[in-house]
Nanobody, 112 residues
Framework: QVQLVESGGGLVQPGGSLRLSCAAS????????MTWYRQAPGNQREMVAD???????EYSSSVKGRFTISRDNAKRIVYLQMNNLAPEDTAVYFC??????WGQGTQVTVFS
């Protein structure tokens, strides 16, 4: 079955960095669009960054210039490098494959 396992979340101070990873199994990874979403308490889930099978990327306006999505097809992993983190980046971050399959999420908390 399809499994998406996120890791790399944690606590960080404003201005800090984290790198999230999402390891995929059960799919032809190199053929899938992979997307990072996030959901803060009381908010709807929102798209953060997206990378197509052709490595075309797209970012939400709130993270553009600070976050970078990338993929390693050989390892079947998609990454989200998050720099210059701010308190408003605090959320559970979810990995998505093909706009269909979801991971369980990883918590990112940015605090002073």
């Amino acid at each position: 079955q399809v499994q998406l396992v996120e890791s790399g979340g944690g606590l960080v101070q404003p201005g800090g960095s984290l790198r999230l990873s999402c390891a995929a199994s059960g799919i032809l990874f190199n053929m899938y669009r992979m997307t990072w979403y996030r959901q803060a308490p009381g908010n709807q889930r929102e798209m953060v960054a997206d990378i197509t099978a052709a490595n075309i990327t797209e970012y939400s306006s709130s993270v553009k210039g600070r976050f970078t999505i990338s993929r390693d097809n050989a390892k079947r992993i998609v990454y989200l490098q998050m720099n210059n983190l701010a308190p408003e980046d605090t959320a559970v971050y979810f990995c998505n494959a093909g706009r269909t399959h979801w991971g369980q999420g990883t918590q990112v908390t940015v605090f002073s």
